[in-house]
């Protein structure tokens, strides 16, 4: 079996930001009230800027840092919510920005988990001999999707992009990998597209809703659940402990979670890296982008370990070497 590991790394986000303040004028909240619940100071917002746009700057970033040619790329795996187009892909349409001729490019829809799971099939992939060097991408458009009429749920949402490419290595570094799933539409759902044709016009103005819905007490006992179960079980498939682990890159959903998860585990909380506070949770997005930003801390040999959950429900963890 092949060995695999993280070659590269890279991020992007809109110029434009929207501080707490500034969103306490389009709704009932203030800085306080935000920043006290999540954590959450500001998040970049896109003036325009498309989902492809975002991925495609992330992933030209991560192939410099490879140093590697984009026709070396075999496959490219994009978790989003917010694609441009429902066809083609998002995987599609970056593959022909970026002229990667020799991938097979594709979607995956598992929320804020999407970057696990993207992970874990480029993994799989290198491991089975179908692919050589994979690209993962999480990027989103969150803006679009958000009711900003709704306070509980406009504060914490953010857009961007981060990417990472896996390759095949004689040294294996990715230590283990875990994920889950349990269907629940109640907690955290976004409407698809209705159901109109010439045997049924709907009017149900619900079904035309496209903005996120978010059972907010739900999604939270959840997360506090699954985040240590996912270290749990992860650090069980390498056979290690605890206190071996050196970096933890959780989700970046809300600051409470993440120090709770901590508490539970048993891990110091220095060892948890955030840039909540300036991004916002940036579901597909937020795993790349905060290890592409974290990675100036790590040193060769160092443990880390990333931590998904979002809708689905769903939930995942990847143990791995720097």
């Known amino acids: 079996m092949r060995g695999v590991k993280i070659i590269g790394t ?39 800027v498309s989902t492809t746009q975002l991925a495609v700057e992330a992933a030209k970033k991560a192939i410099e840092e490879a140093k590697i040619s984009v026709l070396e790329i075999d496959m490219i795996v994009v978790g989003t919510l917010t694609p441009d187009l429902l066809m083609p892909s998002a995987a599609c349409m970056i593959q022909s920005a970026l002229g990667a001729v020799n991938a097979t490019a594709f979607d ?147 600051e409470r979670i993440m120090d709770m998860a901590a508490k539970k585990i048993d891990i110091d909380q220095s060892k948890f890296f955030k840039n909540l506070d300036s991004y916002g949770n940036t579901s597909a997005a937020s795993i790349p982008i905060a290890l592409d930003e974290a990675k100036s801390e790590f040193k060769p040999g160092e443990k880390i370990v990333l931590v998904g959950f979002g809708g689905g429900l769903t939930w995942g963890s990847i143990l791995f070497e720097w």
Not at 23 to 42: P, Q, Y
């Open 108 to 254: 995956i829809s598992a929320a804020c988990s999407g970057f696990i799971y993207g992970s874990k099939i480029a993994i799989n992939a290198i491991r089975c001999e179908d692919a050589k060097t994979v690209l993962v991408i999480g990027a989103e458009v969150l803006s679009k999707i958000v009711d900003w009429k709704d306070r509980n749920t406009c504060v914490l949402f953010g857009d961007g992009a981060g990417a990472a490419i896996y390759q095949e290595s004689e040294e294996n570094k990715i230590l283990g990998v875990y994920t889950q799933s349990e269907g629940n539409v109640k907690a955290l759902s976004l409407n698809g597209i209705p159901l109109s044709n010439c045997f049924l016009q709907t009017t149900n103005e619900n079904d035309t809703d496209f903005y996120i819905k978010m059972d907010g007490r739900e999604v939270y006992k959840f997360a506090i659940s699954v985040a240590p179960l996912c270290i749990e079980k992860v650090l069980e498939k390498a056979n290690m402990d605890v206190s071996e682990i050196d970096h933890v890159i959780l989700h970046q959903a809300n």
């Open 10 to 48: 890279g991020s992007a986000r809109p110029n434009k930001t929207l501080t707490n303040d500034e969103l306490a004028k389009l709704v009932d909240t203030s800085d306080e009230w935000i920043t006290s619940r999540t954590g959450i100071k500001s998040r970049y917002i896109s003036d325009g």
